[in-house]
């Protein structure tokens, strides 16, 4: 009896700390999602917070002090002496704020607190970021035109055809090669495998000019199937590795009785493999998913920002500007660009937990 | 049941996988196809415009149409609305030869360019809003050497000399001409509000003890004069730089400048100290900053321009390049605001001029490229681009009629009249100085973590 309540107790303490922490790690994204409809001079001047009712100063009259009031002595302010320090950042006396409203021509708010919050919102940075900026342009004989730059559609169908096959190769040929290291036996099967744990720990950035040197030379820049073969070899020593720890875990009587029965190793491989790994599949499919569709080294040395096969990535990087001036776009741009991996997450997610468990308990 | 479905998924999944191949396979070829084509606008230029090009320069063969279908390729940090401006000034260009420039912005320019360039795929033509970047693949030996095709005279004709010096560096064997100067910018202006300054009785100051006086006389009257921000995030503290060196140029001879930007005099030197203890006496008067010194270093440098245009302002001048003009609220018209260059200090080092600017260098020696780069250093070819706003040119064929306003027309005068030029110091320096200590050193020393002795020590560690 008491053990069950002390179980129930530590499930409680669990799940509160949990639901903290989820808090804390949701605030930002939620800051920004609601920044990301608010217009960018409102962002500026205050916090996202505000949108929520809060009590603030509210001004109810303003005083109009002399002209010539010297701003550097003691200011006289009905009846009460503050310097211009106090007044700068609001001083406080029976519940009511003095603060400058205009110290040029030397007027006072006087404010007290009370309830409000922002109702300002716009859709127009979702606007900007799908639709494309507009730009106006003097041409030669004095006439202006207005130019639209290319929105999000390009750049997303782009990163879709980078990301799928992207995806799809490395975990392709992983789940071969893991099926024949956990079963097949052949000489320098060890080694092979040491060598492939061995690669995890290299940073992909010692490669990048070596292979833009081969890429070169084989005509391979800016071309999909170039980033394919990048994306995917820079993921194959991950997926081999997580596919190896969960098809070696299917059970040995399964491969027996099949190889018993007459079945090649193809056979085992697509009618019991597979469908058997269908959890561990998923999930690897969706690190690497995101791992590809967040990408931004990789396409920035091989593919390039040329329009034409320009990535979400690259294009949310170049909406900012020249000059950056055009931050205020980035936060509808990120949450565009968060709609496919959240797909992706969703329609796999019921393996996803299965599939990380899977080679994390032996048994 | 189940297996049936699975099927289902896994055929619809590999047909969207061909569809995407072969999606992608098309797309390429017909971009190729479409490269290749000679377009029919570009012949019709050939005939109304034939006569016109004369003589063997590569530009003229090119406005001949010997090159057409020719593809360059170009690479630089032009994104978004100077992306957009750009296509638009070489469009003309691009329709007579039917040479096609195909221009790639990107956002890391600087990272990558030394990637592509060691790796073999060099775009054809780079350009370097940083000539200090530039200096190392000159050095390797890896830049075209302009001279080799433009002669002498011809470069002087389009630029002036102090242009022409800029944009000789070391090559590995003797100097060589890097590259065409294509954009400049120039970053010794003081933006105000015209008419608040106007109504409030203001006068443009001639000198730096005007500027100073002016600058309390604004204090009196209750608004501080400056809004200052040197936030940038990686790059935080390069306005701070803009200053120094502006303030340098005044305090100090040219030599001494130059010695200064090529390391041999050290930030220790009592020289650079007084600048900065001429820019500390603005920034670190609370009276005189919007928001004070500790607001210096957390505001953006885009948005510190804005307090000047608040009704009514919360500030009144505003040191910064003429890109500035992009960050100005929206709405603003050329009646709006206005600039004065920032005043002599010394009467003898006259009224200098702080500019910076794009440098086209060429990595690969073909005849259609050559034609291109010859087609930069007119200016003919930034025409739209100055029509639009937002660029002054560096050649000396540039009409000054083009200027959109009256603001930016007296920029390029103003070049054009200073008694010294010089490029941005910060620039031309190596980067771990010029975009590393120095701009952390400044830092450091606005928002008050160190001393102004230790900061120039941090900064002139960076040349070890």
């Known amino acids: 009896m008491r053990g069950r309540k002390g179980m129930r107790r530590s499930k409680w303490l669990v799940n509160t ?16 999602l609601v920044s990301s409809f608010r217009p960018a001079a409102d962002i500026l001047a205050t916090g996202w917070w505000n949108v929520l009712p809060h009590r603030d100063w509210q001004t109810t009259e303003q005083l109009q002090l002399p002209k010539d009031t010297d701003l550097r002595q003691p200011i006289e302010v009905s009846g009460a002496t503050y310097t211009d320090d106090q007044l700068r950042a609001g001083v406080v006396a029976d519940g009511e704020r003095l603060i400058w409203e205009n110290r040029r021509a030397r007027t006072i708010n006087v404010q007290e607190k009370s309830w409000t919050f922002i109702s300002r919102f716009t859709t127009q940075n979702y606007e900007t970021v799908l639709g494309g900026k507009t730009y106006s342009i003097t041409m030669p004989d004095g006439s202006t035109k207005t130019e639209k730059g290319s929105g999000m559609s ?21 789940s071969f090669a893991a099926y024949a290291f956990a079963w097949l036996r052949f000489p320098g099967r060890k080694t092979l495998f040491v060598v492939i744990i061995a690669l995890l720990v290299v940073p992909l950035q010692v490669a990048l000019i070596p292979i833009l040197r081969d890429y070169t030379s084989l005509g391979l820049n800016g071309t999909y199937f170039g980033i394919w073969l990048a994306h995917t070899a820079f993921g194959l020593p991950l997926i081999t590795y997580f596919m190896y720890t969960s098809i070696s875990q299917l059970p040995k009587d399964l491969f027996e009785s099949a190889f018993m029965d007459g079945a090649t190793n193809f056979t085992i ?6 469908p058997l790994s269908v959890p561990a599949l998923a999930s690897i499919s969706i690190f690497q998913f995101l791992w590809v569709w967040n990408d931004y080294l990789v396409s920035l040395i091989f593919l390039g920002s040329q329009p034409e096969v320009q990535v979400l990535s690259m294009n949310i990087a170049n909406l900012v500007g020249s000059k950056g001036n055009d931050w205020h776009l980035l936060t509808a741009a990120a949450f565009v660009s968060m709609l496919m991996p959240l797909a992706v997450f969703f329609a796999l997610q019921k393996y996803f937990v299965r599939g990380l468990l899977g080679g994390s308990v032996k048994g | 049941m189940r297996t049936k479905r699975g099927k289902q998924v896994w055929t619809a999944f590999i047909l969207l996988l061909t569809f995407i191949m072969l999606l992608t396979a098309c797309g ?12 029919p606008t570009a012949a019709e230029g050939e005939e109304g415009e034939g006569g016109a090009a004369e003589g063997d320069t590569a530009l003229a063969k090119a ?4 090159y057409k279908g020719k593809k360059v390729t170009m690479f630089g940090p032009f994104t978004d609305a100077d992306e957009v401006k750009f296509n638009e000034s070489i469009k003309a260009f691009e329709e007579q030869t039917g040479i096609d420039i195909s221009y790639e912005g990107s956002k890391e320019f600087e990272a990558t360019i030394s990637v592509r360039v060691n790796g073999g795929n060099a775009p054809d033509i780079a350009d370097f ?9 000159v050095k390797d030996g890896k830049v075209v050497d302009v001279k080799t095709f433009l002669s002498d005279e011809y470069l002087k ?9 800029m944009g000789t560096m070391a090559g590995p064997s003797g100097d060589v001409m890097a590259g065409v100067w294509a954009r400049s910018s120039v970053k010794s202006l003081v933006w105000y509000n015209k008419k608040a300054f106007e109504e409030a009785g203001y006068t443009v100051p001639a000198t730096w003890d005007e500027l100073m006086a002016l600058t309390e006389q604004i204090a009196k009257d209750g608004d501080p004069a400056w809004s200052i921000g040197i936030e940038s995030g990686t790059a935080t503290g390069w306005p701070a730089t803009d200053w120094m060196e502006d303030i340098m140029l005044r305090t100090t001879s040219p030599e001494n400048y130059d010695k200064w930007v090529a390391g041999e005099l050290p930030f220790t030197d009592p020289i650079v100290k007084n600048a900065a203890q001429k820019m500390s006496d603005i920034w670190f008067n609370e009276d005189y900053v919007y928001g004070g010194r500790k607001s210096i270093a957390t505001t953006s440098f885009g948005d510190a321009v804005k307090p000047l245009f608040d009704n009514p302002p919360k500030a009144w001048l505003h040191r910064q390049a003429g890109f500035i003009t992009t960050f100005f609220p929206e709405g603003l018209t050329a009646d709006d605001y206005d600039w004065f260059p920032l005043p002599p200090i010394d009467e003898q080092y006259g009224q200098p001029a702080l500019i910076s600017g794009d440098i086209y260098s060429m990595f690969n020696d073909r005849p259609e490229v050559r034609a291109v780069m010859e087609f930069f250093t007119t200016g003919e070819s930034l025409k739209t681009w100055i029509q639009s706003g937002g660029v002054t040119a560096p050649m000396n064929d540039a009409d000054p009629s083009w200027y959109a306003n009256d603001q ?19 620039d031309l320096m190596p980067g771990a100085v010029g975009a590393g200590t120095f701009w952390k050193g400044m830092t450091d020393y606005v928002s008050g973590t160190v001393d102004l002795d230790t900061a120039l020590e941090e900064i002139q560690a960076g040349w070890k």
Not at chain 2, 410 to 425: K, L, S
């Open chain 1, 17 to 32: 700390v949990l639901a903290i922490i989820c808090v804390i790690w949701t605030i930002p994204t939620l800051g920004l």
């Open chain 1, 154 to 174: 390009r750049s997303f169908w782009n990163t879709v055809a980078v990301t799928v096959p992207a995806t799809v190769i490395p975990i392709f040929i992983a």
């Open chain 1, 269 to 274: 491989f697509s009618r019991l493999i597979l």
């Open chain 2, 28 to 39: 390429g070829g017909a971009g190729n196809t479409t490269t290749n084509e000679p377009s």
């Open chain 2, 63 to 66: 406005m001949n149409g010997e």
């Open chain 2, 129 to 137: 809003p940083q000539p200090g970047l530039l200096k190392g693949f």
């Open chain 2, 157 to 165: 004709k389009q630029y002036n000399q102090s242009w022409l010096d």
């Open chain 2, 408 to 426: 930016e027309r007296r920029m390029a005068e103003f070049i054009q009249q200073a008694d010294a030029i010089r490029f941005d110091g910060s």
